[in-house]
């Protein structure tokens, strides 16, 4: 743990930088701070005390890394000299991220206090003056020592203060997650911890950019005021120990304080000292300089007094406080909160999820634990991840659950560690949804026999929200529904407790504007399938009308969750007949030589797939990925935020296109989720309509394309478009003074061809790759081999092995060789296959003679060849 208590014997690291020019001024400094060694309280160092021979640099950058006070020795002489400022710039730098104290010595007349770095420093001797100044050098130097002692003394009183042990254990404790990993007895802080990203917003509260959190507590010194806001559950108390940890580290004081249950009542001087006494021990506060001092006030919303707080709070130069909403601040001074920087919690990237997933997979108290090959644990994260990602409600839209790590950690939990009850029929996804609600009620004081109340009152009133077809409920509706509730049931707990309750576990949540909602969107999700599960024959004509609308995010979030409250095949009945009207004009697509004669034709203009260089690790790649997603997934919450909804807009193709794409998501989710609970011949049924769905839009594709009429016509769009981009560019460079090769015609319609084929190869190459990520599961292999099997095309086979490549880390080298060789399979196939090899390669480890193997039976080249071939052509 973080706890970095000075030890009583320990000395301070004293740095010194200075212009060999003025070294006679280095020779009296150390004879006159010779008490303060001989004292114990430093140990010096300088660059004269390099032994010959030694790496001199290296030397110095590991003394001043490691050291606590850096005294820097000023004069013309170090301001134009390039080392002495290099090593300026790297005490500042220490200054910010590791808290040490930087002490400038003016030493004589020169241009300091125009240096901003510099000038911003409290120097000695004290008022500005130089040691040249002084009439006696002794004064000056004594004047120098008494001003070191007292900067050394505070250093040495502060990292001797001790944290206690339960304020420590507070700030390592994960809460609910703290017994939730089956490998790991107890589970801390330091063991989960992702930076989140963080919103910056100006002084008009209107979003400036993305700032790192990490980022942040590194900068801090140059924060005096930080104002942080987050969602509930969005990791707004851990970033608080988290940076309460890192300014302990830098040696400041931070004092944490929480007090929601008394809403800050009272002094916060008096608060902030209470909370010092809780948290350290040894030193009284009294003895501590404020400027030190750190007050972090966590659920700051919840005080009664804000604006006098805050105005209390300005005797301190640091101060951080935390809030839900930074808009929901009503100062009557806005320039108190003005002053202070604006910050809001992300929700957490691709990226970060996939940190978190790999902490939390790679957690064990096992020290000699198994070594798995690295495709194992690419398997673990990758199969967390779509469980992550399904129930976050990025497979299906842009999201119905928030993605932060409590959300994310949990579902993972539960999904491990918690057996779900024999007598239900709710999957184990469906029971992570569940768990969690359960978790949230149970926090709130609600007795177990009270639970089944409030889980029927939240399925009633999510259905009264669905039939009524609002997103939240006045008052008066409210009241209109709880009338109806009241003379169907009976209630054995006071309204007004049950509200209070809901509201605080934020279930349900009463706006500003006095409106009722469900506060996440999977909660109302949940129950309004939850309803439809336990009432089908009463509703069918409703889950018909959601089965034939799956283009509608809504309508499949509650078809998946209907799936998961119920096997009842009434809705597996309905879906499979709607997905066979799907397309239904096209037959499933089998990528055959005949079926593709017009695209081979045009195959050797498509690039050639290559297997990645070795310089190239799967990490790399993944990383890379990674940070697209990150993008894709910004631009889909944009878009939500966007009040008009796109398919309302639609034309009739494209709604068909993504109620097909949606249909085979949601029979995906079905087959995924009941792998082992629903008959074979339902799964299979369902993995190859799914299946077939695709292969059908594959084909009206295809009609599209294949026709040479309008080949031409898009080949002279792109060719029309490149030219005009060409002129423009010309232009440019025209006025630039720079000539620009002309493209002639023919040129530009090649170009154009290339784009149009690759363009086209690319399509078929993601709806192919979307079946797989829609159907497949290493669940569901031995279904998923006997469908393609039975279909026996080369689109199936491709399906097949992209499934067992991405899902089960399974390339079938001799296999796919022999297969791809076969009459009908189409030279467009063939490459497509080669694609996905070289995806797999890319994203996972292989041995050399695993790629020597590829390379020679699948005839797939590495860049080390296409090297070598290119500089043969060089001198052929």
Partial sequence: MMNNTMKQNEKLKLFISYSHLDEEHIKEFIKHIAPLKSNGLIEDWYDRKTIAGQDFQDKIDNNLGNSDIVCLFISANFLSSKACVKEKKNSLELRKKKGIVVVPIILSACGWLDDKEI??????????????????????????????????????????????EQFSSFLQNTGLLAKAHSQKEKVLLDDIFVYPELK????????????????????????????????NQSGKTTLCKKIFIELREKNFVPVYISDKTNQYKGKIENKIKQAYKEQYETIPIE???????????????????????????????????????????????????????????????????????????????????????????????????????????????????????????????????????????????????????????????????????????????????????????????????????????????KQETLLSKLQQTQIIALDSCN??????????????????????????????????????????????????????????????????????????????????????????????????????????????????????????????????????????????????????EVMGRIIKNRAGSLEKSKLESIFEEAMKVHLRILTSFFELIKHEEGQQKIVEFISNRLNKIVEDKAEERKKEGR????????????????????????VIYGLIDKIIHSVGSNKLTAIIKKGCDNENTPASFLVKHGILMWYNKNIQIDNIAERIDEDGFSDTAKKLIRFMIVNHCSMHSLGFKEKQKIEHKLRIPSERLLILQAKRNEHE
């Fill in 200 to 231: 910056k917003y100006d002084d008009l509260r209107e979003y400036e950019k993305k700032e790192s959190s990490e980022k942040l507590i590194e900068d801090f010194v140059d924060y005096s005021k930080i104002l942080i806001a987050g969602e």
């Fill in 515 to 664: 409106n009722y909602s469900f506060y996440y969107q999977y909660l109302y999700y949940f129950f309004v399938a939850k309803y439809l599960a336990e009432h089908v024959e009463e509703n069918k004509k409703i889950i018909n009308f959601i089965i034939n609308n799956l283009h509608k995010d809504e309508n499949a979030y509650i078809a998946i969750f209907i799936s998961h409250h119920s096997k009842n095949v009434y809705i597996l009945d309905e879906i499979i007949p709607n997905a066979y009207s799907l397309f239904d004009k096209y037959k499933p697509a089998t990528l055959s030589k005949e079926e593709l004669s017009f695209f081979d034709e045009q195959v050797n203009i498509i690039v050639n797939a290559v297997l990645p260089p070795t310089n190239v690790t799967p990490e790399m790649e993944r990383a890379k990925r990674l940070k697209t997603q990150d993008v894709v997934e910004q631009i889909n919450r944009d878009k939500k935020k966007n009040i008009v909804r796109e398919e309302d807009n639609d034309d009739d193709l494209a709604i068909e296109l993504r109620r097909s794409i949606k249909t085979v």
């Fill in 739 to 762: 000539k620009e090769k002309k493209r002639s015609k023919e040129e530009l319609e090649e170009i154009s061809k290339t784009i149009f084929w690759n363009m086209n190869f690319f």
């Fill in 287 to 493: 003895e501590i300089d404020k400027q030190r001092i750190v007050p972090i006030l966590d659920d700051f919303h919840f005080a009664k007094n804000k604006e006098k707080h805050i105005q209390d709070l300005s005797t301190y130069h640091h101060q951080m406080i935390v809030v839900d909403d930074i808009f929901n601040l009503n100062f009557k001074d806005e320039n108190l909160i003005n002053s202070f920087t604006h910050l809001k919690i992300k929700e957490y990237s691709p990226s970060l999820r996939n940190q978190l997933i790999k902490k939390w997979t790679h957690l064990t108290d096992k020290k000699n634990d198994i070594n798995h090959n690295e495709n194992e644990i690419y398997e673990s994260i990758d199969n967390t991840t779509e469980l992550v990602n399904t129930a976050l409600g990025k497979v299906i839209g842009s999201g119905i659950m928030p993605a932060y790590p409590f959300f994310i950690l949990s579902v993972i939990s539960t999904y491990e560690t918690f057996e779900k009850p024999l007598d239900q029929e709710i999957t184990s996804q469906g029971y992570c949804y569940q768990a969690l609600i359960y978790l949230y009620l149970r926090k709130q004081g609600v007795k177990n026999d009270e639970i089944d109340t409030y889980i029927n009152f939240l399925t009633e009133f999510a259905f009264f929200f669905y039939t009524a077809k609002k997103n939240e409920l006045s008052i008066d509706e409210f009241n209109s529904f709880m009338e109806s509730y009241l003379d169907k049931y009976n209630f054995p707990i």
């Fill in 119 to 164: 000038s911003s420093l409290l120097a000695l001797p004290e008022d500005g003056k130089q040691i040249s100044d002084f009439t006696d050098p002794n004064n000056a130097w004594h004047n120098v020592y008494i001003g070191l002692k007292v900067v050394i003394e505070t250093e040495i009183k502060i990292k001797q203060l001790k944290i206690t």
